[in-house]
């Protein structure tokens, strides 16, 4: 089971930021699950069961075959954004913008099914962070930059804090799985964790290839990049 991964993907987070400014200060709802936070966690929904932009609820598609998500009217007014979910070429269900104010903490739990193997995907694109929010997949830091994209396995332990001075937005986007997901993943050469064993995907790579990954996971320089840099320098290439 995949716990996460990174894709290679950068996208334009200082287009975003503009785009998400724009938007009105009431379109941000506080989060349902009140029992999961403290402090202030809101959302704007740019696609939600409906098209319905008051509607701040994610439901999976397992649960009910039923909904149909639709664009709300205020994706209309992020053309970047929509431009960004024009990159995932698959059938998207819930798509929001998450805030976490600076100072609030999500408590750690786990969100039932939201996972590739189960046939949904859930992508994080950060549009506005800062060096002291500390988002933990089973105790382990996701270190998370402005315009990246990580798929993360939800279904797992999780827990986020922010530390810093600033707000926290992330762009999230919910995917079902399908071919144009399963070869991304299949393909993709940025960092990776499966929860039976740490792993980078082509394996298979040039000489130079795998020098490269060296020097990108000891940039990284988390616990997780920095074993599997040695690992592979370990493989005498």
Same mark, same amino acid.
């Given at each position: 089971?995949?716990?996460? $991964?990174?894709?290679?993907?950068? !996208?334009?987070? +200082? *287009? ?24 202030? %966690?809101?959302?704007?929904? #740019? ?8 509607? /701040?609820?994610? &439901? ?10 639709? @664009? ?11 431009? *960004? $979910?024009?990159? !995932? ?5 819930? +798509? ?9 903490? &999500? ?19 950060? +549009?506005?962070?800062? @060096?002291? +929010? @500390?988002? !933990? ?12 994209? %990580?798929? $993360? ?13 600033? @707000?926290? /937005?992330?762009?999230? &986007? ?5 071919? %144009? &997901?399963?070869? $991304? ?7 990776? =964790? ?5 792993? /980078? ?15 990108? #996971? ?6 997780? *990049?920095?074993?599997? *840099?040695? =690992? ?6």
């Amino acid at each position: 089971m995949i716990q996460y $991964l990174q894709l290679k993907k950068q !996208f334009d987070s +200082v *287009a975003m930021q503009e785009e998400v400014s724009r938007l009105a200060a009431n379109w941000w709802k506080e989060h349902y699950n009140k029992a999961h936070y403290q402090g202030s %966690w809101s959302v704007i929904p #740019l696609r939600a069961a409906g098209g319905d932009p008051g509607n /701040i609820y994610s &439901i999976h598609i397992s649960a009910n075959q039923t909904l149909r998500y639709e @664009d709300t009217p205020l994706l209309k007014d992020c053309p970047i954004i929509q431009s *960004a $979910l024009d990159f !995932f070429e698959c059938e998207k269900t819930s +798509v929001r913008l998450m805030k976490l104010n600076a100072g609030a903490v &999500i408590k750690e739990h786990t969100d039932q099914d939201m996972h590739f193997e189960e046939g949904e995907a859930r992508f994080h694109i950060p +549009v506005i962070t800062n @060096d002291l +929010v @500390d988002f !933990f997949i089973e105790e382990e830091k996701i270190p998370m930059k402005e315009g990246e994209c %990580w798929y $993360l396995n939800l279904s797992m332990r999780h827990r986020v804090t922010n530390s810093g001075a600033t @707000d926290r /937005i992330h762009l999230v &986007i919910d995917c079902i799985v399908n071919d %144009w &997901i399963k070869h $991304l993943f299949e393909t993709a050469t940025a960092l990776r =964790k499966d929860t039976d064993r740490d792993r /980078i995907e082509g394996r298979q790579m040039s000489l130079d290839e795998k020098k490269k990954m060296i020097v990108q #996971l000891r940039e990284l320089n988390t616990p997780v *990049a920095n074993e599997l *840099a040695d =690992k592979m320098e370990a493989e005498n290439i």
